[in-house]
């Protein structure tokens, strides 16, 4: 005689911002082992762009087919993809007074030629 277990139902959050927190954990921990390669002087900015596009994205994205964002949700992935993109690209030195500083948004979307995180969600 077997003996049947009945368990109560997991309640299940359909929350699209827990879930985009869940991706963006996945996603740091990726860019965070591949840290050192994306900073490295040996490897052109087209390659590490390349890595960027198919090892950390994925983890990201995956299951963005089903999310509807609001303003904060796209700040959030804005935020991550210009910290990685910042790393990849690296600081500027100014012309004139010949001092670095790190690359503005709008610096960075102009570089990066590919549509940005929000736009490949959408």
Not at 17 to 23: G, H, T
Not at 28 to 54: E, F, M
Not at 106 to 120: A, H, K, M, Q, T
């Amino acid at each position: 005689m077997s003996i049947l277990y009945i368990s109560r139902p997991v309640e299940v959050k359909n929350s699209i911002p827990e879930e985009i927190k869940s991706r963006l954990r996945p996603g740091n921990a990726c860019y965070h082992s591949v840290q050192n390669i994306l900073s490295s002087r040996l490897l052109s900015k087209h390659l590490k762009i390349k890595i960027y596009r198919t090892i950390i994205l994925p983890f990201v994205l995956y299951g963005c087919e089903t999310w509807w964002l609001t303003r904060w949700e796209e700040r959030k992935l804005r935020v991550f993809e210009n910290r990685v993109l910042r790393r990849i690209l690296g600081p500027r030195r100014e012309e004139v007074t010949g001092e670095w500083r790190r690359l503005h948004n709008e610096e960075l979307n102009d570089l990066y030629s590919s549509p940005n995180i929000v736009r490949v969600v959408k």
